[in-house]
């Protein structure tokens, strides 16, 4: 019986431990470290008078840029949404955002994107500036409406107005605040479908006080803007972001 030659034998390890150190790397880079949340907990806070540099930040057309004590996001191209996240990542999180819109048209879209996994992979609270609210998701570079635009009182509309918006995530249960006021969800009867709010009512749906999904278990949180209007461009100031850890909500 012949034998591996001793450099074909030494060749064969090396190749091995090359691809079990390649494993082992792609492990490392998928996996970070979920903040602890203990109930009621600040675990996080972030008033961009200090330490920005936890947060992503760029210029050009698309910006994230910290200006006057407030993260601001520039939205310079048509039909775009960028967005600045922080570094740490969390599983269960209560934040909360205060935001600003600057300039810009009503028709646009601002608020809280969280259990941002990667870009391909996250969930998306959004509000406008002529009064309507929406959560979607997007898995693997699929979106998904699951609560489509809703048009209520509690959103605070036009320019230079200051909406809190806040997000309670436990486990898959998520539950949505605008102005301290809990936001209800046009959830579709089809798990599979796509929310329709249409005339004031939830067609094919019903109005829900949660949000149940187990698409992302964590992420990190940040803040985005988004522009529809060909003509002008939006600018929207986000300040005071604090992540507690989530308590048991009381809900009518």
Known sequence: ???????????????????????????????????????????????????????????????????????????????????????????????????????????????????????NSYYLFLVSSDGYYRVSRRVGGVERVLSNWIRAPFVRDGLEVTNTLRVVAR?????????????????????????TYYLGQCQDGTMQDRLTDSSISSGQIGVIAQRFDEDDSVIVDFDNLLVFGPEEIETP
């Open 171 to 195: 486990g898959s249960t998520f539950h949505f605040y605008i102005n301290d006021t809990l936001a209800p969800l046009c959830i579709p009867n089809d798990a599979n479908a796509e929310s």
């Open 1 to 119: 019986m012949k034998r591996f030659p001793k450099r074909l034998r030494l060749l064969l390890i090396l190749t091995i431990v090359l691809l079990a150190l390649l494993f082992v790397g792609q492990a490392v880079e998928r996996w970070h470290y979920v903040l602890p949340a203990p109930p009621g907990q600040l675990i996080y806070a972030a008033t961009f008078d200090s330490f920005t540099d936890e947060w992503r930040l760029y210029e050009g057309r698309l910006s994230a840029v910290v200006i006057d004590n407030a993260l601001r996001l520039s939205v310079g191209d048509y039909q775009s949404g960028p967005y600045s996240e922080a570094e740490p990542f969390f599983a269960d999180f209560d934040v909360r955002v205060e935001a600003t819109p600057i300039s810009g048209p009503l028709d646009n879209a601002y608020g809280l994107i969280f259990r941002l996994a990667d870009r």
